[in-house]
């Protein structure tokens, strides 16, 4: 796209937002300071490494399609999560699972990983001047085939999966450490019951046990910070859930932990949005895990929808982008999986820049002074504000394709690299 005509219609726009109390270039600054945290198991459909060529499956993971292409060891997965963040504006981070580690072809055991397993990604991440987040990984494993993990009654497997999340918090430390930004460490465990139980009480006990144990470990908050993530129901978890939202609501107010809030966790009709001005009273940081849930928690590509928007709003609204972690997560193999991961991340930024372009103050007012008409006026005018070409200034400002610009990029990838795998 000509560069002229991009600046042009940024000119243009500028003043007719200016129009309405807002400053684009403060807004384009302040979307520079929301880092997207990139899920690296959409390279490769949660496969992992821990087993060449190994497909994983439990626990509620179950990626549909076979498009080809997918990554098959860290070369590629490396090279294609490079290739993605060619491709976005704005700042980047990328969210690794414990699976992934470079364990060069010798079968480690989740137990027994160690910060050598990921050096190489430290490495990694190190040149290509981003930070890292980390997550253990409870689920495709024969210690958790009976459905449970952190909460398991069976005091070997319990054992073991405290073991493997200590581990990788003190992986995830080491990464903060090495790269001078705290890492996120993630806990999400798919413990549960596919029909109604009657002892749920003991399996929250002994989660709440494990996690007590699992943080009795001081590690520096400037390397790692803590988040616990929890899910309405999942595949084989569909009458409970041990690690409810209640459940992890309670505990990361309790010990002051970040709570994970995944906009695919909750029942079609909550609103994500409307709990993070609620949450955010009780907790220091939140985590974001930005999907979309068709029916149900299926991890389809974000797009921009009026969910993801209520969200970003929310954030902006109170002020709190230097409280909130953003990470997306979804995995979908029926499309080509760079493409999937530049409409996702590119979605959800936009959700950001349409929040930050917002008259907040201006609608406040209204709303503190009863006048409501006005309010409802002024949010449906903003729809058909040009934002797009506030959008495209800023992929300019950053060297990135500009509007369908990447799709030509990302079909050139394909046939010089992804078809030859």
């Known amino acids: 796209m000509n560069q002229e005509r991009i600046k042009k219609a940024y000119d243009l726009a500028k003043q007719e937002y ?15 300071e929301v880092a997207i945290s990139l899920h690296c198991w959409q390279t490769d459909d949660v496969g992992g490494f821990e087993t060449p060529g190994a497909e994983l499956g439990g626990g509620g993971i179950q990626v549909t399609g076979n498009y080809p292409g997918k990554a098959r060891n860290l070369t590629e997965m490396r090279a294609d999560l490079e290739k993605v963040m060619s491709l976005l504006p ?53 210690k958790a085939d009976d459905g449970f993990t952190l909460s398991s009654k069976n005091a070997e497997n319990r ?62 908050e400037a390397f790692l910070k803590d988040a616990v993530e929890s899910k309405l129901f999942g595949i084989g978890s569909e009458s409970m859930v041990v690690g409810s939202h209640d459940f992890y609501l309670c505990y990361a107010a309790q010990n002051n932990k970040l709570i994970c809030l995944d906009n695919g966790h909750f029942h079609p009709t909550e609103q994500v949005g409307d709990k993070i001005s609620a949450v955010l009273q009780f907790v220091p940081e939140l985590l974001l895990h930005v999907t979309r849930g068709v029916r149900w928690d299926s991890d389809h590509v974000v797009i921009l929808n009026d969910e993801i928007q209520l969200i970003a709003q929310e954030i902006v609204r109170a002020n ?28 959800a930024q936009q959700a950001f820049l349409l929040a930050l372009l917002e008259p907040t103050e201006k609608l406040k007012t209204w709303e503190e002074a009863g006048k409501n008409f006005e309010r409802l006026a002024l949010l449906e005018l903003m729809k058909t504000k040009p934002f797009g070409a506030v959008w495209n200034y800023y992929c300019l400002q950053h060297n990135v394709p500009v509007a369908e610009d990447f799709i030509t990029e990302i079909q050139a990838y394909e046939t010089a690299v992804l078809a030859k795998r």
């Open 18 to 32: 200016a129009e309405m109390g807002v400053d684009t270039d403060q807004a384009l600054k302040k979307l520079d």
């Open 90 to 142: 704005g700042k980047q981070r990328l969210n690794l699972h414990a699976i992934y580690g470079d364990f060069g072809g010798e079968r480690v055991d989740r137990d027994q990983i160690e910060v050598k397993h990921f050096q190489s990604w430290i490495d990694w991440a190190k040149a290509n001047q981003i930070g890292l987040d980390f997550n253990c990984t409870c689920f495709s494993h024969p």
């Open 159 to 220: 054992r073991f999966w405290i073991e493997h999340t200590k581990r990788c918090r003190r992986i995830a430390a080491e990464m903060g450490k090495q790269l001078g930004t705290a890492a996120v460490h993630n806990i999400w465990i798919p413990d549960g019951s596919k029909d109604t139980p009657v002892d749920r009480f003991t399996h929250r006990a002994l989660l709440k046990d494990s996690l007590d144990q699992i943080f009795s470990e001081k590690l520096p």
């Open 320 to 347: 709190a982008l230097h409280r909130i972690k953003v990470g997306l997560d979804f995995f979908d193999g029926s499309l080509n999986r760079i493409g999937a991961y530049v409409i996702g991340t590119r979605a």
